[in-house]
């Protein structure tokens, strides 16, 4: 749940490979990074905004072209934390997330796609398929929240 303490860890553990997110936490922006993220749940809580995940369905198997756009995706995270590049995503489904959002009793409903991919060594990661460049991006910004953006809240990879 992002709205917890360890929010912030929960987020960037689906959305990371294991050792970017040890690159990541051992850097010194790393507690910045989470400041910043804590610091927009803090405005959210302030401005009364409730996220709440109304469905998730499976929208079906990715294609082998999806399967190399994830692996490109992790391979250019692996470069970018430069640590081990050699990637391999062999299976993995893409997900249609309904959310219920409520900010000040102004009430929208959101739809938004996610790949759920099986990267070898790291386990089952999430990949945001609406636009948005990554979780920590959107989530260390939440002070400009835009109703296209989302959480993990309550799932269970």
């Known amino acids: 749940n992002v709205f917890k303490k360890n929010g912030f860890k929960s987020v960037t553990k689906v959305t990371m490979l ?5 690159e990541l936490k051992s850097d010194d922006d790393f507690d910045d990074a989470k400041d910043n993220f804590n610091d927009g749940i803090e405005e959210l809580k302030d401005n009364d905004c ?8 499976k929208a079906g198997k ?3 072209k999806e399967l190399k ?3 490109t995706y992790f391979k250019d995270q692996a470069e970018d934390y430069d640590v081990d590049d050699d990637i391999t995503v062999k299976k993995g489904y893409e997900y249609k997330v309904k959310v219920k959002v409520n900010v000040d009793g102004d009430k929208s409903t ?3 796609k996610i790949w759920v991919v099986k990267v070898k060594g790291n386990g089952w990661k999430v990949i945001d398929k609406s636009g948005m460049s990554s979780a920590i991006t959107m989530l260390g910004g939440l002070s ?3 109703m296209d953006d989302f959480d993990f809240d309550d799932f269970d990879f």
């Not at 294991?18 to 040890?22: F, M, N, R, V, W």
């Open 110 to 112: 959101e739809t938004f």
């Open 62 to 64: 990715l294609n082998k």
């Open 69 to 71: 756009a994830a692996k």
């Open 50 to 57: 409730k996220i709440k995940v109304k469905s998730v369905k």
């Open 144 to 146: 400009n929240l835009d």
């Open 18 to 22: 294991d050792d970017a997110y040890k």
